[in-house]
């Protein structure tokens, strides 16, 4: 699969091309609409929340305080979302490409990880410029954004692929996919801080893959802190086995993708 990905990467480029000239340069305002989403979300957590959040954040006073902390956890979060869902509509969405067309079927998903990572590329300029500005830049704590979003990756494909093959036989699962990844969003500690939440309840979001995926990331953000690595094992293990189960349900089940599609 390596080997084929590798030999169709024009295609793939072209692809990721395509699908970011489709979105933005047909527009007036271009890839500014890739920022205007978020930018309005950070907005109005920010207008809603930061009163309250404020004040959680080891008490600081610093205004941007709260932004910083959501876009360190909200950027991240899209692009794991992004591609979660781009992996598990692809096959369908290129059904007819599929039927016409020879090619491995895999470079769909990498093409559409790929275009989840333009779209997040813009994003992480536009904030590591924000922390430049403001004084705020977190020095070489900020390379461990890359094993972090590494493994916060593989997860993602692991699973959209998962699901995108699913997809293709049993179509609710799209719109299963939408509604758990908005719980999954509000269970994680990305609008407010991990330290919000009741001990009671800990033990159970402990089973968030996420949660301390989004708090080493804040952390590297606010604190400069690094993040716990053994707290990550579990993470690891979880990407590994969704990864397998993509692949085996891929390997299994692509054959039968066309008579289905």
């Not at 970011?20 to 340069?25: A, I, P």
């Not at 719109?175 to 330290?195: E, N, R, S």
């Not at 802190?225 to 293990?237: G, I, K």
Request: hydrophobic residues 55%.
């Amino acid at each position: 699969m390596t080997r084929s990905l590798w030999a169709y990467r024009g295609f793939i480029a072209g692809m990721v091309a395509r699908d970011f000239r489709s979105k933005y340069l047909q527009s007036l305002l271009g890839a500014f609409w890739a920022l205007a989403v978020p930018l309005v979300m950070i907005a109005i957590y920010t207008l809603v929340f930061a009163e309250v959040m404020n004040a959680r954040l080891q008490g600081s006073s610093d205004p941007l305080a709260y932004s910083l902390f959501l876009m360190a956890g909200l950027f991240p979060w899209m692009f794991f979302a992004e591609t979660v869902t781009r992996c598990q509509t692809v096959f369908v969405e290129q059904g007819g490409l599929i039927k016409k067309a020879s090619f491995p079927r895999s470079s769909l998903p990498a093409a559409a990880a790929l275009s989840a990572a333009v779209n997040f590329g813009i994003l992480f300029v536009l904030y590591l410029c924000l922390l430049a500005l403001t004084g705020r830049w977190p020095g070489s704590a900020l390379l461990l954004f890359i094993p972090l979003l590494v493994l916060q990756q593989a997860l993602a494909v692991g699973l959209g692929v998962l699901l995108g093959t699913m997809h293709v036989f049993f179509r609710d699962t799209g719109h299963v996919t939408g509604v758990l990844l908005q719980f999954w969003f509000w269970l994680t500690p990305i609008v407010y801080p991990a330290a919000v939440i009741p001990e009671r309840f800990r033990g159970a979001l402990g089973f968030n893959p996420m949660l301390r995926l989004t708090t080493a990331y804040q952390e590297i953000v606010l604190g400069s802190e690094l993040p716990s690595w053994n707290a990550l094992l579990p993470l690891a293990f979880l990407a590994l086995l969704f990864l397998a189960l993509g692949y085996l349900a891929f390997r299994k089940l692509s054959g039968e993708m066309v008579d289905q599609l």
